[in-house]
């Protein structure tokens, strides 16, 4: 009996070894549970506080205007559906976008025009398009996590949408063109669309949305998905079995990148025919990564989560603040590219949360070097010349 006992624990602590080695220890690296905060490229950075809770930021590179997706903080400490945040009863679904001109720091909320919303608008992903007809006009496909008809959000979750609208460059005012409903729209995050003003893909953050099971996903239970819709087609699922979506961006050769939250990395993805997904590759990163972008030199730019203890710790005590980093993934050109390191990873920003906290967000502006960071629940807007 007693060498039974000996035997079986023994192998216990072989199979926790292998756990920790193969799982546990890239759960607890990239959440940052050993992190030391190591600021770089934010010396020469300023605030703009009105624009506080803005999740999804989208540069105009033309005319370096910003568009955000924007809330409040006291809205989003009671709704914030990928956090599992559903007191619906508590906040009146007003959210808005809104533009940031760098060059006169003025901000404009843009009015919406023909919307109809009864359940309101609570804002999360979004993009920003040129019309392929007429570069002076832009589509702006949002995500609205929309006040739920079918019984309290605790239980239901949110009767999530993505949203269509049109706007010129420069105008006051948002045109809504269709809302695009469909079950395989279960968890949405973030949206990346066409310039026809008809399609788009999107991501599912969680496997379902409401439930104790949605615990077991930071764990490594892979059910995120990235979905596509046509306004005359519908929606399906592009892509299954993934793990933490969350943001997405598309290369200027059609290559789709999506973002794991839960454990670092970053997905490489090619399009097909058919607008399915096909995974090509993964970018590892050392910590959770949230939003994605492009900027006009063609690199690719992730906000990123250095402390996900002290991100959940600034949300649940607005006077406290949270690290943000950010990193830049480009083509290596330089010599270790010869033995086998097709990509540069730099992080480029990285601040204790004095100047940028609980970032989810960033844009870059290479025409004009200026660095952009917001954050869901974010105290303001961070503008960086960029290091």
């Excluded at 949203?163 to 105008?171: D, P, Q």
């Amino acid at each position: 009996m007693g060498r039974t006992l000996l035997t079986s624990s023994a192998i216990l602590a072989v199979l926790l070894a292998v756990y920790y080695q193969v799982s546990l220890k890239a759960i607890l690296t990239a959440n940052g549970i050993w992190r030391v905060i190591e600021p770089v490229g934010n010396t020469n950075c300023k605030k703009e506080e009105a624009l506080q809770a803005c999740e999804k930021i989208v540069l105009h590179p033309p005319t370096g205007i910003l568009y955000l997706a924007c809330s409040t903080r006291a809205s989003r400490r009671h709704w914030i559906p990928a956090l599992g945040v559903l007191e619906d009863d508590k906040l009146a679904f007003d959210d808005y976008i809104a533009t940031y001109d760098p060059a006169t720091d003025t901000v404009t909320r843009l009015a919406f025009e023909g919307f109809p919303t009864p359940q309101g608008y609570s804002a999360h992903g979004m993009d920003v398009v040129p019309s392929a007809s007429d570069p002076r006009e832009l589509y702006v496909y949002a995500i609205n996590h929309r006040k739920p008809v079918q019984g309290p959000g605790k239980r239901v979750g949110a009767d999530s949408v993505v949203e269509i609208f049109k706007t010129k460059v420069g105008g006051n005012t948002l045109t809504h063109v269709k809302t695009v409903e469909d079950s395989v729209i279960d968890t949405p995050n973030d949206v990346i669309g066409y310039s026809d003003g008809r399609g788009f893909y999107f991501t599912n953050d969680h496997g379902v949305k409401v439930g104790v099971s949605r615990f077991l996903e930071f764990f490594g239970l892979s059910r995120t998905s990235v979905g596509y819709c046509h306004v005359d087609d519908g929606c399906k699922i592009a892509i299954s079995g993934l793990h933490g979506s969350n943001g997405i961006a598309r290369a200027p050769n059609g290559t789709v990148y999506v973002a794991n939250s839960k454990f670092g990395e970053i997905r490489v993805l090619e399009e097909q025919s058919n607008y399915s997904l096909v995974l090509t590759d993964a970018i590892a990163l050392d910590r959770l990564v949230d939003n994605l972008s492009i900027d006009e030199n063609g690199a690719l730019w992730a906000a990123t989560i250095p402390s996900a203890l002290r991100f959940l710790s600034a949300y649940h005590d607005f006077e406290k603040v949270a690290p943000s980093s950010a990193f830049r993934i480009t083509k290596n050109v330089g010599e270790k590219a010869f033995f086998g390191e097709k990509l540069k990873v730099e992080k480029v920003f990285e601040d204790d949360g004095t100047q940028a906290s609980a970032i989810t967000s960033v844009a870059h502006d290479a025409k004009r070097n200026i660095l952009f960071l917001s954050g869901v629940f974010s105290a303001h807007l961070t503008v960086c010349k960029a290091p």
